[in-house]
């Protein structure tokens, strides 16, 4: 079992920055796919960012409307993962979620089925 818990949602202006985190415990391993995704009012979630790390290396995902303004990272040692959203917009508002995988390995990606675990959500809202 993974538990997974977001911290760091609130509000800000357009233009302005928030570093999102979630704390993972349980059964967690070096290398698994890890994600955030988002739900705006009326619309499916949608995955903003993942990413996959070993010692040795990194991959990382995005979604096309974040590219170049969020960031996403990760701290193992404190089972922390991070997303770094900057230049914000009101369309980025939304409840926020990270998520991991169910096995361990490198697939990784933005679609719901490389994701298993979830947390509870934590809310951003961008005002213009």
């Known amino acids: 079992q993974v538990q997974l818990v977001e911290s760091g949602g609130g509000s800000v202006q357009a233009g302005g920055s928030l570093t999102l985190s979630c704390k993972f415990s349980?059964?967690?391993?070096?290398?698994?796919?890890m994600g955030w995704f988002r739900q705006e009012p009326e619309k499916e979630r949608e995955g903003v960012a993942a990413l996959v790390t070993s010692d040795a290396d990194s991959s990382a995902y995005y979604a096309d409307s974040v590219k170049g303004k969020f960031t996403i990272s990760e701290d193992k040692r404190n089972k922390t993962l991070y997303l770094h959203l900057n230049g914000m917009k009101p369309e980025d508002t939304a409840t926020y979620r990270c998520a991991a995988a169910l096995v361990p390995g490198r697939f990784c990606g933005l679609d719901r089925g490389f994701f298993y675990y979830w947390g509870q959500g934590t809310q951003v809202t961008v005002s213009s």
């Open positions: 349980g059964d967690t391993y070096s290398t698994r796919c």
